[in-house]
């Protein structure tokens, strides 16, 4: 059972323009959000997250935001660049799994110059 | 500032075949993990360490095994490699406790078994 799913698995934006990335989740346990970024053969790396008890959080061009009566966080990248072109990764910690996390499938960001 | 360090970064092997993939981070973190990423799959636990001296299975632990050699080491073995092994490999670590729960990433190993 995929607790946390990310529905569109790739998505192709225009160069200046936003880009929203989608996750959803289905455990109220989840507590805190966490987006990574990953370029090929490389790791992922930590983008931005969330707290449960807040519904956005900004930094710089990338915001999060967290509707949790419908179990939705989405990110935010405005301006998009040819350098955020990635395969994004929503995760979700449960407070009582103390630092494990659940990730989603992911999304590749393509963004056109 | 070397971070986590996996090796090997690439590795074929034979069906039935062991092997260790070895893993070391520099930023005296208590916590460590092991996942597995898959196409369409996700990045799924394999097997973690909340501290020195305990390892805890992970979501797909079946076909591995792992070992916490101390504060900076954690290994992944497979003892006998199938194909459905065949995947790249993330080692991780964090520190317990740490407000934003931030996870930091080896660069991987690519693992075919044939």
């Known amino acids: 059972d995929q607790q946390v799913k990310q529905n569109s698995p790739s998505l192709s934006v225009q160069e200046g323009r936003i880009s929203i990335l989608n996750c959803d989740y289905t455990n109220s346990m989840f507590d805190y959000f966490l987006w990574y970024k990953k370029y090929p053969a490389e790791g992922p790396t930590f983008l931005i997250s969330?707290?449960?008890?807040?519904d956005k959080n900004e930094d710089g061009r990338f915001t999060v935001f967290l509707n949790k009566s419908a179990k939705h966080l989405s990110l935010h990248i405005v301006p998009s660049q040819p350098g955020d072109s990635a395969v994004y990764f929503c995760?979700?910690?449960?407070?009582?799994?103390?630092?494990?996390?659940?990730f989603g499938t992911g999304t590749r960001l393509a963004v056109r110059p | 500032n070397a971070g986590v360090t996996q090796t090997p970064k690439f590795q074929v092997l034979k069906t039935g075949q062991s092997m260790t993939l070895q893993c070391a981070q520099d930023m005296n973190h208590n916590s460590m993990y092991w996942y597995r990423q898959d196409p369409g799959m996700g990045l799924r636990l394999i097997y973690y360490s909340a501290s020195e001296g305990t390892t805890d299975k992970g979501e797909v632990p079946n076909g591995y095994n792992v070992s916490r050699l101390n504060k900076r080491e954690f290994s992944l073995r497979l003892e006998s490699a199938a194909p459905s092994q065949t995947s790249v490999y993330f080692c991780?670590?964090?520190?317990?406790?740490?407000?934003?729960?931030?996870?930091?990433f080896g660069a991987g190993t690519r693992l075919s078994v044939l």
């Open positions: 995760a979700a910690r449960e407070k009582s799994s103390g630092d494990k996390l659940t």
């Open positions: 969330i707290s449960s008890i807040k």
């Open positions: 991780a670590s964090s520190e317990l406790g740490q407000a934003k729960n931030i996870q930091y």
